[in-house]
């Protein structure tokens, strides 16, 4: 059974960094392809980043590097950290296993004044 449990949001200001985890359960993580998503209030869920296996990652272009993707195999754990937030980063983050249809309860990060 696969299983993704996202956690570590919040509310911050703008500029703070925040780091997000995502347990993962169910499935070889190391083998994995990786993503973290997200829905912003009044949008479609979108894609934020991916992890490759190799270790090699890509973002949206609208993060502008402020965000980066890791794991840490030995806890089963993806992780998300966000650098300097701004207030449209606020939203609701997933992580996601790419071949597969389940998605986790999402963690919710507000950053405003």
């Avoid at 359960?25 to 997200?38: A, N, Q, V, Y």
């Avoid at 272009?61 to 998300?80: C, H, I, M, W």
């Avoid at 950290?81 to 389940?102: F, G, I």
């Amino acid at each position: 059974q696969v299983q993704l449990a996202e956690s570590g949001g919040g509310l911050v200001q703008p500029g703070a960094s925040l780091t997000l985890s995502c347990a993962v359960s169910g499935f070889p993580f190391s083998d994995e392809i990786m993503t973290w998503h997200r829905q912003i209030p009044g949008q479609a869920r979108e894609w934020v980043a991916t992890l490759w296996p190799g270790g090699a990652t890509i973002y949206t272009a609208s993060l502008q590097g402020r965000f980066t993707v890791s794991r840490d195999e030995a806890k089963n754990t993806l992780y998300l950290q966000m650098n300097n937030l701004k207030t449209e980063d606020t939203a609701v983050y997933y992580c996601h296993r790419t071949k597969s249809p389940t998605w986790g309860q999402g963690t919710l990060v507000i950053v405003s004044l």
